[in-house]
């Protein structure tokens, strides 16, 4: 019944389909007797009006967010939520997962397209599947023109997707079990220019982000690593303005040189970071030619 609200704009909350919005199409139903066919067919009728509904009169853009699982009901009605430019899903442990995700693809598919027919609008998708023991990249066989991509989750690679994200502008990446290397070869197949890099793993070591290719306008970077940054790489980026280094065991790391990063104007720290670290990093920041400011952050 929300969905069918004729001016709701924005749908925020983490809610699911129930069996009652989505009935279940398995042809062993059909064999329960007359009630249970008669109950299976009005279902069906009233899931058919909901989606002629979206279809013709929702003007839902943002749909943030919803329970998946068990295939049902929601990856069919994205394909008719033509104004829909937002979405965020949480994926549950599913029993049947080849269909759950064919039927999802085909959603997400649906969804990402329809910035081919409004090309400046902008689509974000986010999207956290660890709840799902099949790798969700399957899903985004066919990404569209998404601008904003969130994942979390455990990914077995990065790099095919990678190269199909044309439009992407902001792309978070989080619990995926990828090393820094492995994303790093992942971002190096981008084909687009990203302006906010956001990357959440226990271990970032390898990561270089330098100016070229995907990273020439990047703006925001935040990288949180809970047991290490070591050896990261971040330098010559011209248009970088913020700089969030999100590690309570922060070393010096001599890979970033903020002085080099002429635009920048916040950098970010770990609230635990303290000491010695955080009073070199402060006197990093006022020898820079824009004073720059710490700000200390805190994460859960």
Not at 226 to 255: F, N, W, Y
Request: some cysteine; overall charge positive; aromatic content about 4%.
């Amino acid at each position: 019944n929300v969905l069918k609200l004729p001016k709701l704009k924005h749908l925020l909350g983490k809610f699911r389909l129930s069996r009652v919005d989505c009935p279940d199409e398995n042809p062993s139903m059909m064999k329960k007797g007359a009630k249970k066919v008669k109950k299976v067919l009005k279902l069906k009728d009233e899931f058919s009006k909901l989606k002629d509904f979206l279809r013709d009169n929702s003007v839902l853009e943002t749909l943030a967010g919803i329970v998946i699982g068990n295939g049902m009901g929601f990856p069919q009605l994205l394909s008719d939520m033509g104004k829909l430019r937002k979405v965020k899903m949480w994926c549950d442990s599913m029993t049947n997962e080849s269909t759950d995700l064919t039927g999802l693809k085909e959603g997400i598919k649906a969804f990402t397209s329809h910035r081919i027919r409004t090309p400046n609008v902008d689509y974000s998708l986010s999207v956290d599947f660890s709840g799902s023991s099949q790798s969700f990249l399957d899903c985004l066989e066919d990404p569209g023109m998404l601008t904003s991509l969130k994942l979390r989750g455990n990914l077995t690679h990065f790099r095919p997707v990678a190269a199909k994200l044309v439009s992407l502008q902001e792309l978070c990446l989080s619990w995926t079990n990828l090393s820094g290397a492995a994303i790093q070869t992942g971002l190096s197949n981008l084909r687009c220019q990203l302006k906010f890099l956001k990357l959440v793993e226990n271990n970032l070591v390898g990561l270089a982000i330098q100016d070229k290719d995907a990273f020439v306008s990047l703006e925001r970077i935040c990288l949180v690593g809970m047991q290490s940054l070591e050896e990261i790489i971040i330098q010559d980026l011209r248009k970088l303005v913020s700089l969030h280094l999100l590690c309570p065991t922060l070393g010096a790391l001599p890979g970033v040189q903020i002085r080099k990063l002429q635009s920048l104007n916040e950098v970010g720290l770990h609230s635990q970071v303290e000491g010695d670290i955080k009073r070199g990093w402060e006197d990093a920041a006022i020898s820079h030619k824009r004073k720059l400011s710490i700000v200390s952050i805190g994460i859960q």
